[in-house]
C-alpha cells in the first residue's frame, strides 16, 4: 500500500518541488498551505507521515505539531529557515522526529522520510515483546503506548522508541550515539544535542505523569539506562 504524505508549506513552489520528488518515489500526496489545513486532514484522511514548513500563517507549524502531538503519533519531519541550535530544540521538544533547514536538498528530503517511514514500519511489525513494565510504567510496544496507573502519557515516535529501546536492556548503557543509530536508523553524524533533547524531553513528561520517579539515569561519560529493579 502507497503511503500517503503531508505536506503542509505556504510557498506553492516549495509544495511543488516535495510533489514531484515524493511521487517519482511512488508515494501519494496530500498538500496543505496553512496550519488548519493540516490539522484538518490529518483528521480526515489516514497520513503516514507529515512534511511541515515552521513559519505558516493562521498556525505555524511548532503549534500544529504541538496541537497533532495531542492525539497522534504521526512521524514529523519539520522545515524551517531558521538554523539555529535553539530552533531546532524547539522543533524537537514540541514532537518533531526530524528538522531541516531550507533550502534543502530533495534527495535528502526524500532519504530522511523514507528512514522515519522504515522506523515506524518496524516499530510496528516488531511484536516480539508485547509489554514491558519499568517501574510504575506499562509499555505496550505493539501498540505504541506508554501508561501509569491506567492513565497514558503522551509521547513522540521518538520517544517512545527511545524509552523502548532502554526498557527492553534494563541495566545496559546507551552511549548518545549507540541511541541514535538504533533509533533513527541512521549512522551518526554530528553532536550528541539530537538525543539530549530528546532524553530530556522524555524525562519531563515521565516524571510529570510519574509523580517525580527518576526512570532514566544517565551515566556521565557514557551515556544513559533504565535499572533493573
Not at 496530500?30 to 480526515?44: L, N
Not at 526524500?110 to 510504575?136: C, F, G, M, Y
Request: aromatic share 6%.
Amino acid at each position: 500500500m502507497s503511503k500517503n504524505i503531508l505536506i503542509v508549506d505556504d510557498d506553492q513552489k516549495i509544495l511543488e518541488l516535495i510533489e514531484i520528488y515524493l511521487i517519482n518515489e511512488g508515494f501519494s500526496l496530500f498538500k496543505a498551505s496553512d496550519g488548519e489545513q493540516a490539522i484538518a486532514m490529518v483528521r480526515e484522511q489516514r497520513i503516514d507521515l507529515m512534511v511541515l514548513d515552521v513559519m505558516m500563517p493562521k498556525l505555524d507549524g511548532l503549534e500544529v505539531c504541538k496541537e497533532i502531538r495531542k492525539t497522534s503519533h504521526l512521524p514529523i519531519l519539520m522545515l524551517s529557515a531558521k538554523s539555529e541550535d535553539m530552533d531546532k530544540i524547539i522543533g524537537i521538544m514540541t514532537g518533531a522526529d526530524d528538522y531541516m533547514v531550507k533550502p534543502f536538498n530533495p534527495l535528502e528530503l526524500t532519504v530522511r522520510i523514507k528512514a522515519l517511514l522504515r522506523r515506524a514500519s518496524i516499530n510496528q511489525e516488531d511484536t516480539q515483546v508485547d509489554t514491558i513494565q519499568v517501574h510504575s510504567l506499562k509499555i505496550n510496544k505493539q501498540n505504541h503506548t506508554v501508561e501509569v496507573e491506567g492513565r497514558f502519557i503522551k509521547l513522540t515516535s521518538v520517544e517512545f522508541d527511545i524509552l523502548f529501546l532502554l526498557a527492553s536492556h534494563k541495566g545496559r548503557v546507551f552511549s548518545s550515539e549507540e541511541i541514535f543509530e538504533k533509533v533513527w536508523k541512521e549512522n551518526f553524524i554530528g553532536s550528541n544535542k539530537t538525543v539530549m533533547v530528546h532524553i530530556s524531553n522524555l524525562r519531563e513528561k515521565l516524571e510529570e505523569a510519574t509523580g517525580g520517579e527518576k526512570i532514566i539515569q544517565t551515566v556521565w561519560g557514557v551515556g544513559y539506562k533504565i535499572d533493573i529493579h
